[in-house]
């Protein structure tokens, strides 16, 4: 099937920071893999079709990546299990440092070995064209971590809401129209705006303590 | 059908700072709401029931309270309007301040004319018994909402996070076996959580035009 498919990364690729193993065959993903041993964290993409018909090399795949970037029901299908946190601590038992939930218009969350890390979605009144939410989540994701000099779990929360960001725009027209004409000044406003609809004031413990 | 039940209020429930209408004939929610003039804040629930058999009667009491709390699908068939964002709008275009929005799983989301506020809910690795989760989201709501001086936004965001903490330990198990025995330490824990699994640095607007 993917008999005249074997990619051959160029030198420079082999060198780069951040790969994000795109949608396709868990095999063809594990070779690329194998071709970037220097990159600082490799994130994976995957779906329906390989969680069922190549369950044993995605799962192979899975083991060689630090980060997965799934949807929910995706992540309860390759753990096999119907609750998503007991799903999410399972996957990384076989070796990603962290997983990334996508929620669609509920948002995303974010497993590590000790942490979670949940946002909504940004509120859209119109959702016009939902295709490629996912991708320019992970896009705005990738890209982010991109920028940053340390990917640790505060650039990846960050990283997070970039790709919420991103999302929110794409699915506002037809394809990439809105994402082509975006500027630096409309995606910070919108992660200000995440500041804003997610912050609450922390409660002293004492006063908590009366309030209860 | 109801004609024999017409709630009165005693003399001190008529001075109630705040009240909770529960879930009974919209009728019957008006009479009562009538009787607590003073009431800093008459919050209202409501179910499918209501809003497909007395759709007008509802739309009346829906005008007269300052807070709606329903789930998802509710606010949906209260709006007849499948986006919530429009939903909302509409709804708070009829009177209400505020509306939370209940989303079990993926938390809870409030809208007031000029903000947004969500949080994710609590995760649970297990959910042993999913019944009466809504109410004790509005009970823990509530009772939080009792204990401030304010009833202002940042209030009410507080009063979301103990709500959520309440029914992230009521679906723990059977009815209310959990609830009974539960501290004020554990319920303080969980609010912390809150706070650190939904937190992220804010980044600086010229450090963010760099970083994408």
Redesign the interface.
Known sequence: MFAGFQPKLSATSREARLVFLGNIQPDLQRDVRAQVPRAELVALDTMNLWIDNTRESLQKTIQVVDLLVVNDAEARQIAEEA????AA?KILSWGPKTIIVK?G???A?MFTKD??????AY?????FDPTGAGDTFAGGLM??LA??PTLDE?AL??AM??GSVMASFNVEEFGTERVQRLT??E??QR??D??R??N????P?DR?????
Do not use: C, D, W
Not at 115 to 120: C, D, E, N, Q, V
Not at 200 to 203: D, M, Q, R, T
């Open positions: 609750n998503l946190i007991k601590r929620r218009e509920y948002g969350a942490g979670y890390f949940a946002i909504p509120p859209l009144e119109s959702v890209g982010y920028s940053q505060a929360r960050r809401i970039f630096h000044q995606i910070n992660f200000s995440f500041k609809f997610t609450f004031e922390e409660i413990f908590a303590m009366r309030a209860v």
